[in-house]
């Protein structure tokens, strides 16, 4: 059933207890694992890795305790607090360091620990033969620590310390193959463009501060309805900012495809288990400043539509299948941001369709190092075709991620994206027909793309060459493949079964029922339609017609979908190019202007002092010559006024 229009706020935080009062211990655990590794070098190399595995599986099990010990209360008990310690005592500002755990950051907690375990468990066998796959797992290790942190901090300031965190240990990982340049290049710009989004991040908490006089979540949540709509717009739109870079959605999406060059189990990391989405959960967990600022919530949704065709259009065009898959990535959070920009009817779904999306994105990105795996490390789709035969595993737990993110009927994606869709089309005016058919529009798209992926992977002739032999990959890569499986399969129906939209209500409110502008049964049809039309023509393209094995010219918008819609060229015109030169600029000012009066001056005074030493020459006649010249002047002077 879809829902909208909050009738209540969140429900009242407790003080942890129990088992909750242990919750520290999600973050402490892998980020123990991380120092361990990094501090004990060599040493703990034999055992290292499965330490640092070991120890995200317990995470995982300690959140899963937590969770059944949550399901087992009412839903107004559900939220609870955990003070650590005083972390910033200075005068008025205080700020404690705690954790929240929530029906929504135990969500998260799960989707992490789960999701990042299997992925944890699958490096075992991609990272076997690397001579540094100690330092790999403690920077994986890192990363879950990180984003644990940033979901279950009690605070915008304790999140954002989990935030840079996390910023940290995805440079670390991109970069991992650090020897070549193009992979440190990648890392970089990951890292770069990223902090401009934390430069809202910043802000935002600096003008809460200001206009709440605090930055926990209970006190900013509890003075939004004494603040102006003028600073709650520019908080939400800081916000955005920030979730923007870290989510890569537009216009500081450049560096999702570049980051590609780190291992593929790093990319499944990202991908799902969850930086990329680090930024729907900060809008989400931001919810109750949205609601009072209408226009900055209109923004969220609108980039969230553009990032939702832009990436499904570069999708199109690519035919690496790490970075296609990339490119669906930015694509479906562009749904999840278009979820959350539409108030309370979509945010109970943008973290429906995160979920899944974990899942099966973690599954075919781990699907695609397989066949990388067994393709001597080739991403070039080109050269594929044919492997279902050669590669029985992967092909079925990839093909079972493929029709979840079409949305086919009963996977998982056809749960969560079709609610997205859904609640598009709720609302008054143009608004709902221009949201609903881009979301409509979008799920055809996906549908053409990732057909077009599955198909030029796994199906048609074999283009692969004759010194290539592709070849299954170990278990311990294909059963964390397997799970995934399961989970694309049938997670999402489960989800509904279970009222998981009813499971978030102590902490996005409860909502009333509101009916789209068309009916469900038509919008659900018309989804199929174009799900259908847009497998259909990837069928016939690249199943029936034969593949070249180099690319075609194209179209020019084929050609634009190849270079990303030319977003490294715009960003080198509008952003680097008038920064070096404004740089440069001010710095020729500060030399020539600044530095040249000030230092001309004391030039001037220097040369003057230094002639007027020569008057100070130790001899009398000099002295008396000079004297007799001032009386002379004096003399003179009289004369003339005279």
Same mark, same amino acid.
């Given at each position: 059933?879809?829902?909208?229009?909050?009738?209540?706020?969140?429900?009242?935080?407790?003080?942890?207890? =129990?088992?909750?009062?242990?919750?520290?211990?999600?973050?402490?655990?892998?980020?123990?694992?991380?120092?361990?590794?990094? +501090? =004990?070098? !060599?040493?703990?190399?034999?055992?290292?890795?499965?330490?640092?595995?070991? &120890?995200?599986?317990?995470?995982?099990?300690?959140?899963?305790?937590?969770? *059944?010990?949550? %399901?087992?209360?009412?839903?107004?008990?559900?939220?609870?607090?955990?003070? *650590?310690?005083?972390?910033?005592? $200075?005068?008025?500002?205080?700020?404690?360091?705690?954790?929240?755990?929530?029906?929504?950051?135990?969500?998260?907690?799960?989707?992490?620990?789960?999701?990042?375990?299997?992925?944890?468990?699958?490096?075992?066998?991609?990272?076997?033969?690397?001579?540094?796959?100690?330092?790999?797992?403690?920077?994986?290790?890192?990363?879950?620590?990180?984003? +644990?942190?940033?979901?279950?901090?009690?605070?915008? *300031?304790?999140?954002?310390?989990?935030?840079?965190?996390?910023?940290?240990?995805?440079?670390?990982?991109?970069?991992?193959?650090?020897?070549?340049?193009?992979?440190?290049?990648?890392?970089?710009?990951?890292?770069?463009?990223? !902090?401009?989004?934390?430069?809202?991040?910043?802000?935002? @908490?600096?003008?809460?501060?200001?206009?709440f006089g605090a930055v926990d979540f209970a006190s900013v949540n509890g003075a939004v =309805?004494? $603040?102006?709509?003028?600073?709650?717009?520019?908080?939400?739109?800081?916000?955005?900012?920030?979730?923007?870079?870290?989510?890569?959605?537009?216009?500081?999406?450049?560096?999702?495809?570049?980051?590609?060059?780190?291992?593929?189990?790093?990319?499944?990391?990202?991908?799902?288990?969850?930086?990329?989405?680090?930024?729907?959960?900060?809008?989400?967990?931001?919810?109750?400043?949205?609601?009072?600022?209408?226009?900055? #919530?209109?923004?969220?949704?609108?980039? =969230?539509?553009?990032?939702?065709?832009?990436?499904?259009?570069?999708?199109?065009?690519?035919?690496?299948?790490?970075?296609?898959?990339?490119?669906?990535?930015?694509?479906?959070?562009?749904?999840?941001? +278009?979820?959350?920009?539409?108030?309370?009817?979509?945010?109970?779904?943008?973290?429906? /369709?995160? %979920?899944? /999306?974990?899942?099966?994105?973690?599954?075919?990105?781990?699907?695609?190092?397989?066949?990388?795996?067994?393709?001597?490390?080739?991403?070039?789709?080109?050269?594929?075709?044919?492997?279902?035969?050669?590669?029985?595993?992967?092909?079925?737990?990839?093909?079972?991620?493929?029709?979840?993110?079409?949305?086919?009927?009963?996977?998982?994606?056809?749960?969560?994206?079709?609610?997205?869709?859904?609640? $598009?089309?709720?609302?008054?005016?143009?608004?709902?027909?221009?949201?609903?058919? %881009?979301? &409509?529009?979008?799920?055809?798209?996906?549908?053409?793309?990732?057909?077009?992926?599955?198909?030029?992977?796994?199906?048609?002739?074999?283009?692969?060459?004759?010194?290539?032999?592709?070849?299954?990959?170990?278990?311990?890569?294909?059963?964390?493949?397997?799970?995934?499986?399961?989970?694309? $399969?049938? &997670?999402?129906?489960?989800? @509904?079964?279970?009222?998981f939209p009813g499971f978030l209500e102590p902490v996005l409110g409860h909502h009333a029922?509101?009916?789209?502008?068309?009916?469900?049964?038509? %919008?659900?049809?018309?989804?199929?339609?174009?799900?259908? +039309?847009?497998?259909?023509?990837?069928?016939?393209?690249?199943?029936?017609?034969?593949?070249?094995?180099?690319?075609?010219?194209?179209?020019?918008?084929? #050609?634009?979908? !190849?270079?990303?819609?030319? #977003?490294?060229?715009?960003?080198?015109?509008?952003?680097?190019?008038?920064?070096?030169?404004?740089?440069?600029?001010?710095?020729?000012?500060?030399?020539?202007?600044?530095?040249?009066?000030?230092?001309?001056?004391?030039?001037?005074?220097?040369?003057?002092?230094? !002639?007027?030493?020569?008057?100070?020459?130790?001899?009398?006649?000099?002295?008396?010559?000079?004297?007799?010249?001032?009386?002379?002047?004096?003399?003179?002077?009289?004369?003339?006024?005279?």
């Amino acid at each position: 059933m879809l829902v909208s229009l909050a009738t209540e706020g969140p429900a009242a935080v407790h003080a942890a207890t =129990g088992l909750t009062a242990w919750g520290w211990l999600l973050v402490a655990l892998p980020l123990a694992g991380a120092a361990l590794l990094l +501090l =004990g070098g !060599r040493a703990t190399d034999a055992f290292g890795p499965i330490l640092a595995t070991l &120890l995200s599986w317990a995470s995982f099990a300690l959140g899963a305790v937590i969770f *059944l010990g949550m %399901i087992g209360t009412d839903a107004g008990e559900r939220a609870s607090r955990l003070e *650590l310690y005083e972390w910033i005592p $200075a005068g008025a500002f205080e700020v404690t360091a705690g954790i929240l755990i929530d029906p929504l950051s135990i969500s998260f907690v799960l989707l992490i620990t789960f999701v990042g375990s299997l992925i944890h468990v699958y490096s075992l066998g991609y990272m076997e033969h690397d001579p540094d796959k100690r330092r790999f797992f403690a920077y994986l290790n890192l990363f879950v620590a990180s984003m +644990l942190l940033l979901v279950l901090a009690d605070s915008y *300031l304790l999140l954002f310390v989990g935030w840079e965190g996390v910023g940290l240990a995805s440079w670390l990982l991109i970069g991992f193959w650090n020897q070549k340049s193009a992979y440190a290049t990648a890392a970089n710009k990951a890292f770069v463009v990223n !902090r401009i989004g934390d430069v809202g991040m910043i802000l935002a @908490i600096a003008l809460m501060f200001a206009t709440f006089g605090a930055v926990d979540f209970a006190s900013v949540n509890g003075a939004v =309805g004494e $603040a102006s709509t003028a600073a709650l717009t520019a908080i939400g739109l800081l916000l955005l900012l920030g979730a923007c870079g870290k989510s890569a959605q537009f216009p500081l999406q450049s560096w999702l495809g570049d980051a590609m060059a780190g291992p593929t189990p790093v990319s499944a990391l990202i991908h799902a288990a969850t930086m990329v989405t680090a930024g729907v959960y900060l809008i989400v967990r931001s919810h109750v400043i949205f609601d009072g600022a209408p226009n900055a #919530q209109l923004v969220v949704a609108i980039v =969230g539509a553009i990032t939702l065709l832009y990436g499904a259009i570069v999708g199109c065009a690519k035919d690496d299948i790490k970075k296609a898959l990339a490119a669906s990535t930015m694509s479906q959070i562009g749904y999840m941001m +278009l979820a959350a920009g539409l108030g309370p009817v979509g945010y109970a779904f943008a973290i429906f /369709h995160l %979920i899944t /999306h974990g899942f099966f994105k973690a599954g075919m990105f781990l699907g695609a190092g397989s066949v990388m795996h067994g393709m001597n490390d080739q991403v070039d789709m080109r050269r594929f075709g044919g492997l279902s035969t050669a590669m029985k595993i992967t092909w079925v737990t990839f093909g079972l991620g493929w029709l979840a993110i079409l949305g086919v009927p009963p996977f998982s994606g056809f749960w969560s994206k079709d609610k997205v869709i859904e609640a $598009a089309f709720v609302g008054e005016g143009l608004r709902p027909w221009i949201f609903g058919l %881009i979301a &409509l529009l979008g799920a055809g798209i996906t549908a053409f793309y990732m057909s077009r992926l599955f198909f030029m992977t796994f199906h048609g002739k074999k283009r692969w060459t004759d010194e290539v032999h592709p070849h299954e990959s170990p278990l311990v890569m294909t059963v964390p493949m397997m799970i995934l499986a399961v989970g694309s $399969a049938v &997670l999402g129906g489960a989800m @509904i079964l279970l009222d998981f939209p009813g499971f978030l209500e102590p902490v996005l409110g409860h909502h009333a029922h509101e009916d789209p502008v068309i009916p469900i049964p038509v %919008i659900m049809a018309a989804t199929l339609i174009v799900v259908a +039309l847009g497998l259909a023509l990837a069928w016939v393209r690249y199943v029936r017609e034969d593949v070249p094995e180099v690319a075609p010219q194209g179209s020019l918008l084929t #050609q634009a979908a !190849r270079k990303d819609l030319y #977003q490294d060229e715009l960003n080198a015109n509008f952003l680097q190019w008038p920064g070096i030169h404004t740089t440069r600029s001010l710095t020729f000012a500060d030399k020539a202007g600044v530095d040249g009066v000030f230092s001309g001056l004391a030039a001037t005074i220097g040369g003057s002092s230094s !002639r007027l030493r020569k008057v100070q020459n130790g001899f009398a006649r000099s002295y008396a010559l000079t004297m007799l010249t001032g009386v002379v002047l004096f003399l003179g002077a009289l004369w003339v006024m005279n």
